[in-house]
């Protein structure tokens, strides 16, 4: 079983509509979360960063963490095709980061117009 | 304010060669990092370097090593080339903690 777990796709979905991407994960020691985007030919560029349980919002975008599920969760309202991209959840034990970032695959998510 | 540049942006190898892939860190960031990322993968941690002294490893073998210096800046070194070590290879700055700037790599092919 991998660290990070996490849906490959592809998922499409249309203009508009509320997206849903998820990740679950395995070493309780985990206390640091976020989402990064990553366009094709691009370096992984961070969205969200939440540390410990509970919500955080920034524009469209809400990451919500429930560690006693071991499950991490990225929404995107009012989805728009400059959205399409791929959505990477990564997870760090420490706040110095010397244990490195522990990555899911990534999410393919397509926005239709 | 200057992002995370890398260089080369692409790079063909021979199995057996030896290559150096080079990194400058966004500005005030003391803290930078390399990764793998394979194609259809997410970013695997290689090391990471907090002022010039190597204080992280993952699972890599030791002939990938790297170097930072004084100016932040950072090199990735791999020896003895094989075809697996044909990735995106990523670099990462930060301040201190873990909400890392990415380059957008050096994509390097091993034949």
């Known amino acids: 079983q991998k660290e990070v777990e996490q849906d490959p796709g592809p998922l499409s979905v249309p203009e508009g509509a509320i997206v849903s991407l998820n990740c679950t994960y395995s070493n309780s020691a985990f206390q640091y979360f976020m989402w990064y985007r990553q366009y094709s030919r691009k370096g992984p560029e961070l969205l969200m960063y939440t540390y410990s349980s509970g919500n955080k919002e920034d524009g469209r975008f809400t990451a919500q963490v429930d560690k006693s599920s071991k499950y991490i969760s990225l929404f995107i309202r009012d989805s728009q095709p400059s959205d399409s991209a791929t959505y990477l959840c990564a997870m760090s034990g420490s706040g110095g980061g010397a244990d490195g970032l522990t990555f899911g695959k990534g999410t393919h998510l397509i926005i239709q117009p | 304010e200057t992002g995370v540049t890398q260089s080369p942006t692409h790079l063909i190898k021979t199995r057996g060669q030896q290559v150096t892939l080079r990194c400058s860190s966004q500005?005030?960031?003391?803290?930078v990092s390399w990764y793998q990322q394979a194609l259809g993968q997410g970013p695997q941690f290689i090391f990471q370097?907090?002022?010039?002294?190597?204080?992280g490893r993952g699972n890599f073998p030791p002939r990938f090593s790297g170097l930072q210096f004084p100016n932040y800046s950072s090199e990735l070194n791999v020896n003895a080339l094989e075809l697996d070590d044909s990735a995106l290879y990523l670099c990462?700055?930060?301040?201190?903690?873990?909400?890392?700037?990415f380059g957008s790599g050096t994509r390097l092919t091993v034949v």
């Open positions: 500005s005030g960031h003391n803290t």
């Open positions: 990462a700055s930060s301040f201190g903690n873990p909400g890392y700037t």
């Open positions: 370097y907090y002022r010039e002294e190597e204080n």
